[in-house]
């Protein structure tokens, strides 16, 4: 059974860092893209950061510059590096993985983690 787990969220003052971490109980995790999402209250659920299994990354625009996705195949753990952090970033965040393969799309989520960032 196919698992995301992600850590590392949690409280922290405006201006602060996070780095969170979700692991995976993929087999070929290194073939997956990864995905972080994040969704505030009452908002729809966005994307934040992706890093394809050929490591290019893109991010969305209000946190380029801040935030840092990264992986590690060998431990089938993808990162997000989170800096300068704002109350606008508070949110559940998402770990997911995308993969297609033959035309048939997999993807799997994580059960989310609270960042919230306050003074």
């Known amino acids: 059974q196919v698992q995301l787990v992600e850590s590392g969220g949690g409280l922290v003052q405006p201006g602060g860092s996070l780095r969170l971490s979700c692991a995976a109980s993929?087999?070929?995790?290194?073939?997956?893209?990864m995905v972080w999402y994040r969704q505030a209250p009452g908002k729809e659920r966005e994307l934040v950061a992706r890093i394809t299994s050929g490591g290019s990354t893109n991010y969305a625009n209000s946190v380029k510059g801040r935030f840092t996705i990264s992986r590690d195949n060998a431990k089938n753990t993808v990162y997000l590096q989170m800096n300068s952090l704002v109350p606008e970033d508070t949110a559940v965040y998402y770990c997911n993985a995308d993969r297609l393969n033959w035309g048939t799309r997999y993807k799997y989520w994580g059960q989310g983690t609270q960042v919230t960032v306050s003074s």
């Open positions: 993929l087999s070929a995790f290194s073939t997956y893209d």
